[in-house]
Structures are given as structure tokens and as C-alpha cells.
T-cell receptor, first 113, second 111 residues
Framework: NAGVTQTPKFQVLKTGQSMTLQCAQD?????MYWYRQDPGMGLRLIYY???????DKGEVPNGYNVSRLNKREFSLRLESAAPSQTSVYFC????????????FGPGTRLTVL | DAKTTQPTSMDCAEGRAANLPCNHS???????VYWYRQIHSQGPQYIIH???NNETNEMASLIITEDRKSSTLILPHATLRDTAVYYC????????????FGAGTRLFVKA
């Protein structure tokens, strides 16, 4: 049981390049989330998916797109990366009902030059 | 959603109890108090949550005042590995997407 996994762990992009951050969970959770964390700041919600087939914007969605590929996987895409998107990106999941506790992945550290 | 107020940083001696306060004076009746921590830029880790009763698990205790306007997270015997940023969050029980992380409290456990 790996929990929440994210790939890649590190990435450096040039301005204007595109990339997709991958997230997968093996806990059969319904809901998944993407956050970003800038230095010295708390986490901010980018997008979330309450269940398979649905996605909704969070606090800071501009410049990002998401895909809930199936129940396990939730990807985050940067179509045209900008230096302002330099950040650490965390994926999380919750089961829904119960404690609805969020479980986080290890993060992807993205630098946009 | 209720906002929380936490001290920016705190120190604690190793082996002593660490008491981390949180003010949430605008908490609604259906909102729970959750605590997470983040160790050195790792993903946040769930610690404990509660509604109005005090709660205890293997990691910590949560004390919520009777009026629910504030709470305290207690790490009974802090170790160096407890050095982390601790986040106090209030949200509805099944509102994962309403989890708002503030700046948290940076706890330094010193030998």
C-alpha cells in the first residue's frame, strides 16, 4: 500500500514549456486534490475532483488544467509554464465519509526558468 | 469558512509537552478542528481532529474549549522529530476541498 504517489519528484522547465504532473492513489479514495506551496507559505488548492468524472476549481486554478483519468489517477497539466508557477506541488486524496482525512503525496518540486 | 490564528513559531525542550494554541473564534457549528503537520517540506501529515470533545490518539491530544472558539494541540513528550510546521484547520466533516492551510506554527524542539 503505497498511499499517494507523485511523479516526477523534481522538474526544471523553461518558460513556455508544458508538462504534466502525475498523481496516483491506491486507497480506493473518491476525492483527489492538487495544491501548490510557495516558499514560507501554506498550501493553496488548485483543483480538486470530488469523484471520478468530476473536477472543480480551487483557490488558484489559472494556468492549470486537470484530468481525473480514473478513480486512481489525477493529473495536473501546465500548458505554458511561467516563472510564477515555480513551486512545490502536492497531491492529496480523501475517502469521503468517515473521517474524510486527507492523505498527501511527497510532492513535486518544479522550477520554471 | 472559519479562519484560524496561530503563533508564528514556538520552542519546546525535548521530552517536554508541546502545547500549540489555535484561535478559531468564527467557527461554525458543523465545522471540525483538524490538525496537520509538515516536516521539512514533505507532504502534510494528518494528526488529529475533533468537534467539541477532547480527543486523543497515539500522536497527540486535542483540547477544544467549551465555546469552541479555540483549541490546543498537545504533543505529550516532544522529540526532535516533532520539529515541523503545525497547521490548525477548521472545515466541515466531509469538506476536504474546504481545507484551507494558513501559515501554521513552526515548532522547534530543542535538545
Amino acid at each position: 500500500n503505497a498511499g499517494v504517489t507523485q511523479t516526477p519528484k523534481f522538474q526544471v522547465l523553461k518558460t513556455g514549456q508544458s508538462m504534466t504532473l502525475q498523481c496516483a492513489q491506491d486507497m480506493n479514495h473518491n476525492s483527489m486534490y492538487w495544491y501548490r506551496q510557495d516558499p514560507g507559505m501554506g498550501l493553496r488548492l488548485i483543483y480538486y475532483s470530488a469523484s471520478e468524472g468530476t473536477t472543480d476549481k480551487g483557490e488558484v486554478p489559472n494556468g492549470y488544467n486537470v484530468s481525473r483519468l480514473n478513480k486512481r489517477e489525477f493529473s495536473l497539466r501546465l500548458e505554458s509554464a511561467a516563472p510564477s508557477q515555480t513551486s512545490v506541488y502536492f497531491c492529496a486524496s480523501t475517502g469521503g465519509g468517515g473521517t474524510d482525512t486527507q492523505y498527501f503525496g511527497p510532492g513535486t518540486r518544479l522550477t520554471v526558468l | 469558512d472559519a479562519k484560524t490564528t496561530q503563533p508564528t513559531s514556538m520552542d519546546c525542550a525535548e521530552g517536554r509537552a508541546a502545547n500549540l494554541p489555535c484561535n478559531h473564534s468564527t467557527i461554525s457549528g458543523n465545522e471540525y478542528v483538524y490538525w496537520y503537520r509538515q516536516i521539512h517540506s514533505q507532504g502534510p501529515q494528518y494528526i488529529i481532529h475533533g468537534l467539541k470533545n477532547n480527543e486523543t490518539n497515539e500522536m497527540a491530544s486535542l483540547i477544544i474549549t467549551e465555546d469552541r472558539k479555540s483549541s490546543t494541540l498537545i504533543l505529550p513528550h516532544a522529540t526532535l522529530r516533532d520539529t515541523a510546521v503545525y497547521y490548525c484547520i477548521v472545515r466541515p466533516y466531509t469538506g476536504g476541498f474546504k481545507t484551507i492551510f494558513g501559515a501554521g506554527t513552526r515548532l522547534f524542539v530543542k535538545a
